[in-house]
Nanobody
């Protein structure tokens, strides 16, 4: 499967964005999906994850209540809705896939083996 993230942009603090992760080559339902972000000079960090059928989600503590991960397997697309954006949310956001969908929902980059290119999110204060 190949992944392509999109939907980033420049927004003011307090604004919202909806990031999309479109899959091609294989149906997305074979995979658990994670969203990560990487700010300049920092390590890539887990933001949110969703299992293959959407029944289970996980979030990094700082984004709980502001970020919502979802997926539509019929559209082969996963989403990350971001509300209440803060300047510290500025980063390149990546989606990733884990083919071990029967396993636990991974919350580290090492748990995902397929990565899309990132989409830049910039939040101005």
């Amino acid at each position: 499967v190949q992944l392509q993230a999109s939907g980033g942009g420049l927004v003011q603090a307090g604004g919202s964005l909806r990031l999309s992760c479109a899959a091609s080559g294989r149906t997305l339902s074979f995979y658990n999906i994670g969203w990560f972000r990487q700010a300049p000079g920092k390590e890539r960090e887990f933001v949110a994850g969703i299992n293959w059928n959407g029944a289970t989600t996980r979030y990094e503590d700082s984004v709980k209540g502001r970020f919502t991960i979802s997926r539509d397997n019929t559209r082969n697309t996963a989403f990350l809705n971001i509300n209440g954006l803060r300047p510290e949310d500025t980063a390149v956001y990546y989606c990733a896939a884990d083919g071990n969908k029967a396993g636990i929902l991974q919350m580290t980059a090492g748990g995902y083996h397929i990565w899309g290119q990132g989409t830049q999110v910039t939040v101005s204060s």
